[in-house]
């Protein structure tokens, strides 16, 4: 850092800098010639000697410039050497006697220099100079107070009184200097002291928002202060990142690592910053200047906001694999980290970091030990987990079980069952660790959180431990016996209850095996955790679903029993109640005498879930309220009214229904299997349709609150009710495990229509699992929603390259917000000698696959509506461009008219370049309510008709046009 007290400066006497100690009258123009004799030393031993020979003539200025020169000259050598030298102690004893008479700008240059010293410790002397500087702070000037703030933090740190006298007036005076480099000072100096607080670093930032002059180094540390603190400001970031984008080229290594590392921090996922910066690292050859820390911090940015920016990850893995040597333990686990949260296919990265982990885990703290195993089981490729790195972490852990944390116990377990089920063998001595650890949790010596319960119930289940699973729940988990969900800290936008996934797991498995009284022991449960009437009143008609299904009316009956009771009833329990002939509940049924305790319980107030569900519990609530029982379409026509007139949902409606239609036509499936159930729309639309030669929809779906919903409101209620109970099925579970299920119910070559409406970039791992497992049948159908907006860029890839797919890519609107443009596929799928391979590699797709996952969660977060404008656009041109370039494009568009009050779409092909047209009409839900959107079925071919042997497979042609019926 330069000295703004320059010699030239020094010399301008009155005019020139503040004084440095109080004097009665000027100071002698003796004293300023040995302080600027002083400045001009260059090297430590000739600046002593100076000092030995006129210290006696030394006033307090002098004292204070001859101290300020030290660290300036001694280019990080310690004074220890000097210990003896008597110049250095009578300039101690001078700095003592100084500090009563010092000006700020003297206290602060004093303090400065005493941090800058290397191998000189004082605390008696500090504590006076930060003393005598709380009684003096109404004259500090704000470039003075930045510097004593920047460098006597330690001692702030111990003396909190002097850290609150000095950070009130300094903080005014520094915002109030419109100088960025004090702004950036003081922020670091308060984060680095942990004395962030709010109002503070607000007010500095409104500062910092007013300054036009910003160097690079200085940004850096202001950025990485807000980060440190956990301070995060939307518009100074943005105005940041405009001004870093602007002067990138000026930033060093350092500074580049703590911005990106910043705005990871904070999730602020500037886009073109990080391209920006990832750009020069590479192209200047900065990386190579990089310490491994530097290294590690930007590839764990780049990881943390999930842009896989693929040169700056090879670039790095070159660097890895120069500099593995020099790497810690904290730069190996946060690059394999960085690696596998990207899913960058990267065995090169991952062999050498294993080289340099094995032999040395035992020097790794538990932590991090935790961290690499679980890079190394989300890494691709999933060889990875094949590293011998699990067996020595096992031994490692065997010892050392008591010595775990909750957060670790849990990692671990779910970490070995993850490993287990790629390796499809156990770690050797897997089985014992996990004992232990269930011992420690069985006790209570360890209590999981809810997320924590949800991974530990999943990896025990996985690990073919369903008795220990429930067994976990029933003991510690059960009864209001579970944690407060929720973990200090908390960040994320949305909320996540582990309770839901932990339910999800055990009733998955008690549904597989009929187990009806642990069954409905969960639903109860589920309806405890519930503030919601209307969400334990469904979760309650699901337990009485569960003893129908299993034949147990009794078991029914006393349930209902309860209901009256509590009042907990509704239209879908009153249909529920006329299954087993009973058409009045209240007048029929007698209350039950004695209360459930578990009905009874109720939390106090609405739990962050069941808030952050509220489209879903809209839904619900609008269905019962207005949908007609034994009448389907009137169920949809409330859910599109939701979706069209109150909130933005997630449903395949509009002109994404108007293509399942047509599909469906064709195709006449026998069985349709959906991923991604969500509140049952398209699947008890689809069922509706294929009900009509007795064919069947299996749904499979991860979240039980959505389940809830689909059985109660729809499948239960009113498809049941409307003789299509028998047409649709709900597998509960994630579909890595749910897709197993379905194959052992149903058998292999079942599916001939498939439905992929989960998260995009797993389009591709799914089907290529349904070719694994056999489950499609010959010229089966896949269609794929979503496929351009959040994206799904391999499948997109894969059903275009690989031969044994004929594929439509379709353009379209998104139902609920016509200005997001969207794509579906449609694929028939042949065996063939490509079938169950894997494409050609194609590595700009992981870029792209990030980005769509990125978009994902923010649709999530937020919703898609939300997402529409630039951000978005940009990423459906660029998704485009990319697959223009690779030679794919869509072959067909959705159109749609209003026609007497609804709305009409249908599908046209494209010719040969065509492009699809760009819309510029009204938003039809303007015009039309739930239940007024029509398909138009017939009049197009697909691409993959022509594959079916002599169109065997298409019991119907398509050349009828007809509307199909309902929304
Ligand atoms: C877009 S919504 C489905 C909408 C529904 N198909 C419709 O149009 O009415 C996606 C749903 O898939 C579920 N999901 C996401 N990934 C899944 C997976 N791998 N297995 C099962 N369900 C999944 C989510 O919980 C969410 O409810």
Not at 249 to 277: G, I, K, M, P, Y
Not at 722 to 727: D, E
Not at 893 to 908: E, H, K, N, P
Request: proline share 4%; charged share 25%.
């Amino acid at each position: 850092m330069t000295s703004f007290y320059s010699a030239k400066i020094w010399q301008e006497g009155k005019r020139g800098p503040p004084p440095i100690f109080a004097s009665i009258g000027v100071r002698h123009p003796f004293q300023i010639q040995l302080d600027i004799a002083l400045r001009e030393q260059e090297t430590l031993p000739s600046l002593f000697d100076l000092i030995g020979q006129e210290i006696e003539h030394f006033d307090a200025g002098n004292t204070v410039i001859a101290v300020a020169q030290i660290p300036k000259v001694s280019q990080d050598q310690s004074l220890e050497v000097f210990r003896e030298n008597r110049a250095w102690q009578e300039l101690q004893r001078r700095m003592h006697s100084s500090v009563a008479r010092l000006e700020p700008r003297g206290l602060s240059m004093l303090a400065y220099a005493l941090a800058r010293m290397k191998g000189f410790e004082d605390p008696v002397l500090l504590t006076a100079v930060l003393d005598r500087s709380v009684t003096k702070m109404p004259d500090f000037g704000p470039t003075d107070a930045a510097k004593l703030l920047c460098k006597s933090r330690l001692q702030i740190r111990e003396r909190s009184d002097l850290w609150v006298a000095l950070s009130k007036e300094a903080a005014r005076k520094i915002c109030d200097s419109g100088r960025f480099i004090d702004i950036s000072m003081t922020a670091w100096a308060f984060a680095k002291a942990g004395q962030a607080e709010r109002i503070l670093f607000g007010q500095l930032a409104s500062a910092a928002l007013q300054c036009n002059d910003l160097p690079p180094h200085t940004i850096a540390n202001l950025c990485w202060a807000f980060a440190k603190s956990k301070n995060s400001n939307k518009d100074l970031f943005d105005m940041l990142a405009k001004r870093s984008i602007e002067a990138h080229r000026s930033f060093d290594r350092q500074s580049v690592s703590n911005l990106v590392w910043a705005f990871a921090t904070l999730d602020v996922c500037h886009e073109e910053l990080f391209a920006v910066f990832a750009n020069y690292t590479i192209d200047s050859g900065l990386w190579r200047q990089f310490s491994p820390q530097m290294a590690s911090n930007m590839l764990w940015a780049y990881g943390k906001v999930g842009i896989a920016h693929m040169r700056l990850f090879d670039t790095f893995a070159e660097y890895v694999a120069l500099n593995i040597e020099s790497f810690d333990n904290q730069n190996l686990a946060n690059s394999a980290w960085a690696y596998a949260t990207t899913q960058l296919p990267s065995q090169q990265v991952f062999d050498v970091l294993t080289k340099r982990a094995c032999g040395r885990l035992s020097t790794f703290r538990l932590d991090e030990l935790c961290g690499i195993m679980w890079a190394y089981v989300r890494a691709k490729p999933e060889s990875v987990a094949f590293s011998h790195i699990f067996e020595e972490s096992v031994q490692l852990l065997l010892p050392r079980v008591q010595s775990l944390d909750s957060q670790s116990v849990a990692n671990v377990i779910w970490i070995l069952a993850t490993c287990q089920q790629l390796r499809q063998q156990a770690v050797p001595q897997a089985r014992e660790l996990v004992d232990s650890l269930m011992v420690a949790l069985l006790d209570l010596r360890i209590r999981l959180d809810s997320e924590g319960a949800a991974q530990v119930v999943w990896s025990l289940w996985r690990m073919g431990r369903f008795h220990d699973a429930w067994i976990l729940f029933v003991r510690t988990l059960s009864d209001g016996r579970h944690p407060e969900h929720g973990k200090t800290g908390y960040t994320k936008k949305h909320a996540v209850d582990g309770r839901q996934r932990y339910y999800q797991t055990l009733l998955m498995e008690t549904e597989k095996r009929g187990d009806v009284q642990k069954q409905v022991f969960l639903w109860k449960q589920m309806a405890a955790d519930f503030f919601s009437r209307n969400l334990r009143t469904a979760c309650l008609n699901c337990a009485v679903m569960a003893y129908l299904n299993g034949g147990d009316q009794d078991g029914a009956r006393e349930m209902l029993r309860q209901m009256v009771r509590t009042k907990l009833f509704n239209q879908v329990t009153g249909s529920l109640a006329a299954r087993m002939g009973i058409r009045n509940l209240e007048a029929e049924l007698e209350p039950a005498e004695i209360l459930d305790i578990t009905i009874r319980r109720r939390p106090n107030c609405q739990s962050r879930y069941e808030d952050f569900h509220y489209k879903e519990a809209s839904v619900l609530e609008t269905v019962v309220r207005e949908a007609r029982a034994g009448d389907v379409t009137s169920v949809h026509a409330a859910i599109e009214n939701v979706g069209l007139k109150e909130v933005w949902l997630k449903i395949a409606g509009g002109e994404k229904a108007c293509v399942i239609d047509n599909v469906i036509a064709k195709q006449r499936p026998k069985l349709i299997l959906e991923f991604g159930t969500y509140v049952g729309y398209t699947s008890t639309r689809m069922a509706l349709q294929v009900d009509a030669w007795g064919g069947k929809v299996v749904t499979m779906e991860m979240d039980p609150v959505n389940v809830t919903s689909l059985k109660e409101v729809e499948a239960r209620n009113h498809i049941e009710m409307a003789g299509l109970s028998h047409a649709v099925m709900v597998q509960l579970g994630h579909s890595d495990d749910a897709v197993q299920m379905v194959l052992e119910k149903f058998g292999a070559h079942s599916v001939d229509m498939v439905f992929m409406d989960q998260r995009g970039t797993a389009f591709h791992d799914d089907l290529k699992t349904l070719e694994r497992l056999n489950l499609m049948a010959e010229n089966a159908v896949v269609i794929a929603d979503n496929v351009l907006k959040p994206g799904a860029p391999y499948h997109v890839w894969r059903i275009s390259t690989l031969p044994h797919y004929a594929t439509d890519i379709i353009d379209l609107r998104e139902f609920g917000s016509a200005p997001v443009e969207d794509w579906m596929t449609v694929s028939w799928v042949r065996f063939g000698p490509s079938y169950g391979q894997l494409p050609q590699e194609v590595r700009q797709l992981n870029e792209l696959a990030r980005e769509s996952d990125r978009f994902r969660l923010k649709a999530m977060a937020t919703s898609m509506k939300d997402l529409v404008g630039d951000p978005l656009d940009d990423f459906a041109k660029k998704f485009t461009d990319e697959f223009i370039q690779l030679g794919i494009r869509t072959s067909m568009y959705v159109r749609t008219d209003i026609i007497d009050g609804c709305a009409v779409s249908r599908l046209v092909r494209l010719g040969a370049g065509e492009s699809p047209p760009v819309w510029a009409g009204e938003d039809p839900r303007d015009e039309i309510q739930g239940g007024q959107w029509r398909g138009v079925v017939g009049g197009v071919q697909f691409a993959g008709e022509a594959l079916a042997p002599g169109g065997g497979y298409m019991r119907e042609p398509p050349s009828r046009m007809t509307i199909a019926p309902g929304g």
